[in-house]
């Protein structure tokens, strides 16, 4: 299987927002972010479908999404903090962690053919790095 863009995020190839990092998983701004702050979980495994994931590497994706979610909460201060595991768009295990104050919000759907607003996504991962 060809590397997916995460693989290759993480391998450094190509470059991200990086928020955190540990030896099994690691967390990036969302280029399309729902609301600001939208972050990206993703294991450094690279599987498909997160129920493959084995325990210990689940186990890590899992608490390093509540270390962002915790984050997004002290740093933007959204009235509740949105979890979605989706798998559609990259052959890559990942969680989708945002922020929200409506369902609107929620429900958000983004326009993936914009381009990227790198400065912004820049200045976004200042805040929230840990």
Known sequence: ?????????????????????????????????????????????PIDQFQDLPDEDYEAVMRTVKKVAQRLKQVLSPARIGVEIMGMDVPHAHVHVFGFNSMTEYRNIVDMGTEPDHVTLSEMAKKLSF
């Not at 060809?2 to 701004?29: C, Q, V």
């Open 1 to 45: 299987m060809a590397d997916s863009i995460f693989t290759k995020i993480i391998k450094g190839e190509i470059p991200s927002h990086k928020i955190y990092e540990d030896d099994k998983s690691i967390a990036f701004l969302d280029i399309h972010p729902k609301t600001p702050g939208h972050t990206l979980v993703v294991p450094k495994k």
